[in-house]
């Protein structure tokens, strides 16, 4: 299947909004244009291979500056100012004779009214073919070496980058609107996610005790340890393709039915906010494959261009002005944004861990040394070894006592990680009994002799 025939089938089948799809490179239509460029360039003898002998020997000048908009292509072709010889340049006899005598004439050559017809005239006054008209201007100028500097204004070029240069345009006013869209449903997300998971005690009315904050906590940290759209790794970082992102995003959602986290949800609102992340994403998974297949486009337009011109346009459209579509992704200030309003809203045990143990800090004491937090059982260890501080080896453990337990660490402990703080209390409560009553000891149920 050939690649304009596919593309065309990929933007009508993903389910792309229609405008967008009417904003999308228009591939068929470039493809069209760059045949009328080679039948231009045929006439003057500069066909692909003649082009870039002359790039890779002698200096051709490829397409200049885009940024007016009534740019028109042109070549500069140094030719000799005494025999208007390219210097075994692989050009037509005529095309040699055509340039011969514009390597003659300083004065430009007016481009007339009806280039179809016009007919120019060398020194000699012979006139030149209709063999070697065409629908390029051409004029000559002189240069400080005696050579001789032969404009070739290309139409049919022009008429190429008129088509693609709009459809840019379209696309980086597309990629804008899209990131504001996202950036107002993530805000939005984010203030139901902060609703949601506000410890039980802070809530009011008859679903006081109902928190989700648990069970959104375990969900965001899924989603962190999958990296959908941004790889962490060194041998693969940065911002993941289309099919990659697609491919984390499956397995994230895999994984949530596996564990039947969103089945715990226990108020209904965490359900919608829970869609509403989704369709968020899907969304952005969606911007990153509009954008892939237009970028694909270009480059593709962009090659055969190039392979069929020798014009060497794929270079200008890497400058600073049109960098926009090939240098900035959606998915990357989106990812950003839902890592920094929503991900960072729910906070994660990681963040609150003893650096021994790597559990919840409970109870937390803090060292002045460097201001660590360490769990007190850990820290009751450490004072019986004698030992150090972990982190910056001075003396402090030493000096630790209860007034170094950071209450008000404490209380936000308790507030946002109940279930852990329970769990860690128990787990003191027994290696206190195990300190007490020796490595036997069993903690069961009461019974009476």
């Not at 629908?135 to 290309?154: E, F, K, R, T």
């Not at 919608?272 to 994403?281: K, L, S």
Request: net charge negative; glycine share 4%; charged share 25%.
């Amino acid at each position: 299947m050939k690649y304009g025939h596919e593309y065309a089938e990929l933007l009508a089948s993903e389910g792309f909004p229609e405008e967008w799809v009417s904003s999308a490179i228009s591939y068929r239509l470039l493809k069209k244009s760059i045949k009328k460029v080679q039948q231009e360039l045929s006439a003057l003898g500069l066909d692909a291979s003649t082009l870039q002998h002359l790039q890779s020997e002698f200096g051709v000048e490829a397409p200049g500056d885009r940024t007016s908009s009534n740019f028109v292509p042109e070549l500069w072709v140094a030719v000799d100012g005494d025999s208007g010889e390219f210097l075994d340049a692989h050009l037509t006899k005529e095309t040699k004779e055509y340039f011969l005598r514009l390597a003659q004439n300083n004065d430009t050559l007016s481009e007339p009214d009806n280039r179809d017809s016009y007919i120019s005239h060398g020194t000699d006054g012979s006139s030149i073919s209709e063999h070697d008209q065409c629908d390029a201007s051409v004029h000559a100028s002189s240069a400080d070496n005696g050579a001789q500097w032969a404009h070739v204004h290309l139409h049919t070029a022009a008429n190429f980058f008129n088509l693609l240069d709009p459809k840019l345009a379209q696309l980086d006013v597309i990629q804008h609107e899209e990131e504001k869209r996202l950036e107002t449903e993530i805000v939005e997300l984010s203030t139901e996610v902060t609703a949601l998971t506000e410890p039980a005690h802070l809530k009011k009315g008859k679903f006081k005790s109902r928190s989700d904050v648990t069970i959104w906590r375990e969900i965001l940290a899924l989603y962190v340890q999958h990296a959908i759209f941004f790889s962490p790794y060194e041998r693969d970082r940065g911002s993941r393709s289309f099919e990659k992102a697609k491919s984390h995003l499956e397995l994230f959602s895999k994984d949530l039915v596996d564990q039947g986290l969103v089945k715990k949800f226990k108020e209904k609102s965490s359900r919608h906010a829970f869609d509403h992340f989704v369709a968020i994403n899907l969304d952005i998974l969606k911007a990153m494959r509009f954008q892939e297949l237009n970028m694909e486009a270009v480059r593709k337009i962009l090659k055969k261009f190039d392979k069929r011109t020798a014009l060497g346009a794929a270079k200008s459209y890497q400058s600073e002005a049109y960098s926009g579509l090939f240098a900035k992704s959606v998915a990357t200030d989106m990812c950003a944004a839902m890592s920094q309003q929503v991900v960072t809203i729910v906070p994660q045990l990681d963040d609150y861990s003893c650096p021994v143990c790597c559990d919840v800090a409970w109870r937390p004491i803090r060292l002045e040394c460097c201001n660590t937090v360490f769990c007190i059982r850990c820290m009751i260890e450490l004072q019986k070894s004698k030992a150090k501080c972990p982190m910056c080896r001075s003396t402090s453990v030493i000096t630790a006592d209860s007034g170094s337990i950071d209450q008000q660490r404490a209380e936000y402990l308790v507030k946002y990680f109940p279930h852990e703080v329970k769990e860690k209390q128990k787990a003191n409560e027994l290696a206190v009994a195990i300190d007490k009553y020796g490595p036997e000891f069993k903690k069961g149920p009461c019974c009476v002799m």
